[in-house]
């Protein structure tokens, strides 16, 4: 089992940045990807971001493009979420997820940590 700790979140104002962390613990050593989901009030969860473990570049949700930057920490476990230029249509849940070799879903994920943006 892989837990998952966000921090990070907060209230911010428009076009403020934010950095999100997450931490995974336990059974880590079969990393494949790590990656970020958020949830609007009243909307699915979607996928925001996500990087491969060993190799391989950062994907991103069109609207993540640009703004958002994932990056990780192998050593630590950790990965980023750097948000920059936030609009009230960030504002949701941001959840951390984490992916096993060999798995084609996401296997993990942490209890998320509310992203507020508004004037």
């Known amino acids: 089992q892989v837990q998952l700790v966000e921090s990070g979140g907060g209230s911010v104002q428009p076009g403020d940045s934010l950095r999100l962390s997450c931490v995974a613990s336990?059974?880590?050593?079969?990393?494949?990807?790590m990656g970020w989901f958020r949830q609007a009030p009243g909307k699915e969860r979607e996928f925001v971001a996500a990087i491969r473990w060993n190799g391989g570049g950062p994907s991103y949700a069109d609207f993540a493009e640009g703004r958002f930057t994932v990056s990780k920490d192998n050593a630590k476990n950790t990965i980023f979420l750097q948000m920059y230029t936030l609009k009230p249509e960030d504002t949701g849940v941001y959840y951390c997820?984490?992916?096993?070799?060999?798995?084609?879903?996401?296997?993990?994920w942490g209890q998320g940590t509310q992203v507020t943006v508004s004037s």
């Open positions: 336990g059974r880590t050593f079969r990393t494949s990807a």
């Open positions: 997820a984490y992916k096993s070799l060999g798995s084609n879903s996401w296997n993990s």
